[in-house]
Every structure is written in structure tokens, then in C-alpha cells.
């Protein structure tokens, strides 16, 4: 993937406060690689960002997410 090509430009900069795009290697190259559901995507984002302040707020939301993906595969919903 070339990223200085004209239609890689979004990846050169983040919209908030996510420093993503100082990285090689985006989420969304780790959630394309290896298929993820939206439940491992997001988890994956939230061990990835740096945000200042949100450290605890982004585990305990990695907490709530595998709660809700682990009652989820206990029902038997695959994704």
C-alpha cells in the first residue's frame, strides 16, 4: 500500500484526539488483516490509542466489551 498516494491522504492525520496516524501500522490495517469482528476491532483500538487522561476509561471499556462478547458467544451468536 503506497501511503503517499492521493488516496491514503486520510491516513496522515487523525479526527480527534487519537494519535493513530504517527504509526506504520493502523488499526484498521490489524482489523482488515485478520477479519475482526467489531467487538476484537474495538478492543484492538483501545489497547492501540494514547489518549491522555483515558487510560483506566479505555480498560474498563475493554472490560465491558468482553463482558457483553463472552454472554454473546454463551447465547451462541457468532458474528
Not at 9 to 37: A, F, M
Request: one cysteine or more.
Amino acid at each position: 500500500m503506497n501511503m503517499d498516494s492521493p488516496e491514503h491522504e486520510h491516513r496522515k492525520y487523525n479526527v480527534g484526539t487519537s494519535d493513530y496516524s504517527k504509526y506504520k501500522i493502523q488499526p484498521w490495517d490489524i482489523w482488515k488483516e485478520y477479519h475482526l469482528n467489531p467487538w476484537d476491532a474495538d478492543i484492538i483500538k483501545r489497547v492501540l490509542r494514547k489518549k491522555p487522561g483515558e487510560e483506566i476509561l479505555d480498560y474498563e471499556k475493554i472490560i465491558h466489551i468482553c463482558q457483553e462478547r463472552i454472554q454473546q458467544l454463551k447465547d451462541g451468536y457468532e458474528f
